[in-house]
């Protein structure tokens, strides 16, 4: 289990460091459009997983990796319509694809096994997408 991750959350404004997964999780679940709407979640130089959102149940999910060269996934769900959808993120209204905004029930499990294991794997209902950065 990693329990090394460097953690900042808006609400709580700080970074903090050697937090343990479930601590992470327990942030991310805790997400709600309004006084919680961002959690960035880094495990050393390696990789980077980032929620944010939380307004009408939906968030935002990004996993970046940096070794052995740079990757950038959102969590997208399967629907690819061009309709969009608006998230609030630090108290700016963002829009995004529709189906990159995936309900927080569905994010946090895969966002589990994610911290658990360092490694994106492969969700079910849901799929990650590369993004070109």
Same mark, same amino acid.
């Given at each position: 289990m990693l329990n090394d *991750?460097? %953690?900042?959350?808006?609400? &709580? =404004?700080?970074?903090?460091?050697h937090v343990a997964w479930h601590e992470v999780l327990k942030e991310i679940a805790q %997400?709600? @459009? &309004?006084?919680?709407? #961002?959690?960035?979640?880094?495990? @050393?130089?390696? $990789?980077? #997983?980032?929620?944010? @959102?939380g307004n009408n149940g939906k968030? %935002?999910?990004q *996993?970046?990796?940096h070794e052995p060269v740079a990757q950038h996934y959102v969590l997208a769900a399967d629907?690819?319509? =061009? $309709?969009?959808?608006? %998230?609030v993120i630090e108290g &700016?209204?963002?829009?995004f694809p529709i189906s990159w905004c995936v309900p927080l029930e569905q994010a946090v499990p895969v966002c589990g096994d994610v911290l658990r294991t360092c490694e994106k794997g492969e969700p079910a209902q849901l799929e990650w997408l590369p993004?070109?950065?």
């Open positions: *991750w460097r %953690l900042y959350t808006d609400e &709580s =404004g700080t970074e903090q460091k %997400l709600n @459009g &309004s006084t919680r709407t #961002l959690v960035h979640a880094a495990y @050393g130089d390696h $990789v980077d #997983l980032v929620v944010a @959102g968030v %935002l999910v *996993w970046k990796e629907k690819h319509t =061009g $309709v969009m959808c608006t %998230l &700016s209204e963002v829009t993004v070109e950065m």
